[in-house]
């Protein structure tokens, strides 16, 4: 996948991480900057849930079944 605009970075990888990106580009002809940033995007997603089951754990969150927690606001409108 070629992106628009790119930042060039260098990273050091285990040689058993940079083993498992040389064979799984050969195996399937990724390039190597794409399973990077696989990898990132799979850590991203991997965060993101774990903040949002500490956010649903908080009890911080509104309960839409009970209402949002807004003041209805239609009943103050005129109507006409």
């Given at each position: 996948?070629?992106?628009?605009?790119a930042q060039r970075i260098t990273a050091s990888l285990?040689?058993?991480?940079?083993a498992f990106v040389d064979e799984y580009q050969q195996r399937t002809g990724t390039s190597k900057s794409?399973?990077?940033a696989l990898g990132?995007?799979?850590l991203q997603e991997q965060l993101l849930a774990e903040e949002y089951a500490a956010y649903a754990q908080s009890g911080e969150f509104v309960d839409l079944e009970a209402g949002?927690?807004?003041?209805d606001e239609a009943a103050q409108w005129p109507k006409g």
């Open positions: 996948m070629a992106y628009e605009s285990p040689p058993h991480l940079a794409e399973i990077i990132l995007r799979a949002d927690g807004l003041h």
